[in-house]
Nanobody
Framework: QVQLVESGGGLVEPGGSLRLSCVVS????????LGWYRQVPGKQRDLVAD???????NYADSVKGRYTISRNIRSNTVDLQMNTLKPEDTAVYYC?????????WGQGTQVTVSS
């Protein structure tokens, strides 16, 4: 089993920045895809950004240019740098990992963008 532990959520003002981190319990070199999703009450969980084992990243249109996903092999972490935050970015953010066997989710961390 792959365990994902998220941190970094919180309250931030519009236009501010926040950095989410996720510690993965497996060597990232064995993970095919790492990503971040977000979900608001009553809506589906949507992809925010992901990154492949080859280092290719893609982003939802709503966050493109503002968010950056990165991975650190030495620390087994996948991070999400969120800049120029907007109220509509408010959601529970979930870390995601997929290997050759299954997919795994973190517990979620709340991000609230409000003045």
């Amino acid at each position: 089993q792959v365990q994902l532990v998220e941190s970094g959520g919180g309250l931030v003002e519009p236009g501010g920045s926040l950095r989410l981190s996720c510690v993965v319990s497996r060597d990232l070199r064995g993970i095919r895809v790492l990503g971040w999703y977000r979900q608001v009450p009553g809506k589906q969980r949507d992809l925010v950004a992901d990154i492949t084992g080859g280092g290719s990243a893609n982003y939802a249109d709503s966050v493109k240019g503002r968010y950056t996903i990165s991975r650190n092999i030495r620390s087994n972490t996948v991070d999400l740098q969120m800049n120029t935050l907007k109220p509509e970015d408010t959601a529970v953010y979930y870390c995601y990992a997929r290997n050759f066997v299954s997919e795994y989710w973190g517990q979620g961390t709340q991000v609230t963008v409000s003045s």
